[in-house]
């Protein structure tokens, strides 16, 4: 496994409770990517909270869609086994504000090779919230949302819908 530190935060005003690590562990091979974010469930900015662990999410799709794109644009096919994604939490996370009850949150996923252009995704998103709040993460939303990206997409869109312990979140690839 390849380890990248992806993102470690202090704020001022209570730099213990704060603090996280976020790490990003790649197959030597690139074949299989785990994000694992351990800390707080929210930080707090001034007067206000952040998801921080929710936040590990994106930073994933941030990651991983250009890592598709690259591999992609140099005739190198891939695609996430969706089916396979898993997320995982210790520490038994409230999923709402102001906790800063300190978890450990983890996505994991295989990563495909695939020998058709047509076959190869380079696109990841995710949808969903960290708060409990189920009408943003509605079947309906997400069905909604699905839609739109299907208009614009030039593949099929594949899904994987993970509900866990209060955790709902969709994810979606594309090209």
């Given at each position: 496994?390849?380890?990248?530190?992806?993102?470690?935060?202090?704020?001022?005003?209570?730099?213990?409770?704060?603090?996280?690590?976020?790490?990003?562990?790649?197959?030597?091979?690139?074949?299989?990517?785990?994000?694992?974010?351990?800390?707080?469930?929210?930080i707090q900015?001034?007067?206000?909270?952040?998801?921080?662990?929710?936040?590990?999410?994106?930073?994933?799709?941030?990651?991983?869609?250009?890592?598709?794109?690259?591999?992609?644009?140099?005739k190198n096919y891939?695609?996430?086994?969706?089916?396979?994604?898993?997320?995982?939490?210790?520490?038994?996370?409230?999923?709402?504000?102001?906790?800063?009850?300190?978890?450990?949150?983890?996505?994991?996923?295989?990563?495909?090779?695939?020998?058709?252009?047509?076959?190869?995704?380079?696109?990841?998103?995710?949808?969903?919230?960290?708060?409990?709040?189920?009408?943003?993460?509605?079947?309906?939303?997400?069905?909604?949302?699905?839609?739109?990206?299907?208009?614009?997409?030039?593949?099929?869109?594949?899904?994987?819908?993970?509900?866990?312990?209060?955790?709902?979140?969709?994810?979606?690839?594309?090209?």
């Amino acid at each position: 496994m390849v380890v990248l530190l992806i993102g470690c935060e202090t704020t001022d005003h209570n730099p213990k409770s704060n603090q996280f690590t976020r790490l990003a562990k790649w197959k030597s091979d690139s074949s299989y990517v785990e994000f694992v974010y351990k800390g707080p469930e929210f930080i707090q900015i001034g007067k206000y909270y952040r998801d921080e662990a929710h936040l590990t999410s994106t930073k994933f799709t941030h990651i991983i869609g250009p890592f598709l794109k690259s591999n992609f644009n140099r005739k190198n096919y891939l695609k996430l086994d969706l089916s396979n994604l898993k997320v995982s939490f210790k520490g038994n996370p409230e999923f709402r504000w102001p906790s800063g009850k300190h978890i450990e949150y983890k996505i994991s996923v295989p990563v495909l090779q695939v020998s058709k252009r047509k076959d190869a995704m380079t696109s990841i998103e995710h949808r969903g919230t960290w708060i409990k709040d189920y009408d943003k993460c509605s079947d309906e939303n997400f069905s909604a949302w699905k839609g739109r990206v299907a208009k614009i997409s030039s593949s099929k869109v594949e899904s994987q819908l993970i509900e866990k312990d209060g955790f709902r979140e969709l994810w979606l690839q594309w090209r």
